[in-house]
Nanobody
Framework: QVRLLESGGGSVQAGGSLRLSCSGSGYTFDSACMGWFRQAPGKEREGVASIYTGGVTTYYGHSVEGRFTISQDNAKNKLYLQMTELRPEDTAMYYC???????????????????WGQGTQVTVSS
């Protein structure tokens, strides 16, 4: 059974940083596409970043490129999202997601991802 568990959310002032973590289990962690998505109240789920855990290919959403970095530690079965220069518009519930396949879709579409965590809240105040 695939399980994804996010942690690391919280409240921060604009300009600050946070690092989110996602622990994955129940699948081959180092051969999957994993991603971060976010959803603010009243808005659609938005792709933030994705990475193929067996290689180095990454994709980022336009609104976070240059500020956020996705990475993984396959030895620990963990996915990370380092967020810097946070803005109030980054406020959202952040979700970890996975597809058990050997490549990542080039577009960050939530419908492409099979497995989801419960989310962790990030709040950025101005």
């Amino acid at each position: 059974q695939v399980r994804l568990l996010e942690s690391g959310g919280g409240s921060v002032q604009a300009g600050g940083s946070l690092r989110l973590s996602c622990s994955g289990s129940g699948y081959t962690f180092d051969s999957a596409c994993m991603g971060w998505f976010r959803q603010a109240p009243g808005k659609e789920r938005e792709g933030v970043a994705s990475i193929y855990t067996g290689g180095v290919t990454t994709y980022y959403g336009h609104s976070v490129e240059g500020r956020f970095t996705i990475s993984q530690d396959n030895a620990k079965n963990k996915l990370y999202l380092q967020m810097t220069e946070l803005r109030p518009e980054d406020t959202a519930m952040y979700y970890c997601a996975a597809i058990t396949q050997y490549w990542c879709p080039p577009r960050l579409e939530a419908a492409e991802f099979t497995y989801w965590g419960q989310g962790t809240q990030v709040t950025v105040s101005s």
